[in-house]
């Protein structure tokens, strides 16, 4: 395990490393308003047979929080400064909510980077975009805390909410100690994102999965990115947003069948 920082043209970038230095590259790209520890379901599996590479995206976790509005082309082009700095040429790629769309942008604009792409909870163009002008307005005036509550019901089924507390404690302590200024920016780049032209480019083979009961990406957002990326597969768990954590044993089994092919 190795953790350390990078600096994008002043930016600084947190990231992670787990596994053999020898085995193949899998980027994990974290959704907006959480950091790299919310890939922990999956590491104990992943880590087995890959090379993983987590991040925290700019204005989230450790990285830095620059100036605002981001935008996903900008957020892709750090996963592309994290790869040349450390001589990575070519990785496969999951992505969950925010995660995805900046794995959308790198597979349609930089397709020979990555090699098999796993789209997660996430969308072309997010439904009902104009919410996060309220959800921005909100932060800047009560800060994380204000929005911990409603973004846990979304992320979350109340089935889940009420099984495992722990769970639901840990993300909503990553949730409260996102930078309030980075969230802001990034919630700005997911309500100006409009990717559904430009994702039919993409030649990499592709994962959609989707959450029953995701109300923030539905899946018929999932299934558009699957009927409109040539080949793509659709996958469909019982779970809302954050499917790696409420369903994680299927989500990570899920992974590692696309990925091992």
């Not at 308003?33 to 700019?58: H, I, K, N």
């Not at 070519?90 to 098999?116: K, N, Q, V």
Request: charged share 20%; glycine share 8%; aromatic share 6%.
């Amino acid at each position: 395990m190795a953790e350390s920082f990078i600096d994008l043209g002043g930016t600084r970038l947190h990231y992670r490393m787990d596994g053999e230095h020898e085995l193949p590259v899998l980027v994990l790209s974290n959704s907006l308003g959480t950091d790299l520890s919310m890939w922990e379901p999956q590491m104990p599996e992943l880590a087995r047979r890959f090379r993983v590479v987590r991040y925290d995206t700019r204005g989230h976790g450790r990285s830095s929080v620059t100036s605002g509005p981001y935008t996903i082309e900008q957020l892709a082009r750090d996963v592309l400064g994290l790869l040349d700095a450390l001589g990575i040429e070519r990785a496969h790629f999951c992505g969950l909510s925010l995660g995805g769309m900046t794995g959308m942008w790198l597979a349609a604009h930089e397709g020979y980077r990555i090699d098999r792409l796993v789209l997660a909870n996430t969308a072309a163009r997010i439904p009902g975009p104009e919410a996060y002008n309220t959800r921005i307005a909100k932060v800047r005036e009560g800060g994380m805390v204000s929005v911990a509550p409603a973004v846990l019901e979304r992320w979350f089924t109340p089935a889940f909410m009420a099984l495992d507390q722990a769970a639901i404690a840990r993300t909503r302590t990553m949730l409260e100690r996102c930078p309030a200024e980075g969230y802001m920016a990034a919630c700005a780049a997911v309500r100006d994102m409009d990717q559904r032209a430009d994702i039919a480019s993409i030649t990499r083979p592709t994962l959609v999965i989707a959450g029953t009961h995701d109300l923030a990406t539905p899946p018929a957002e999932g299934r558009f990115l699957a009927a409109t990326i040539p080949g793509a597969l659709y996958l469909e768990l019982p779970a809302s947003q954050l499917s790696n954590i409420e369903t994680a044993p299927l989500f990570t089994a899920a992974l590692l069948d696309f990925l091992m092919i």
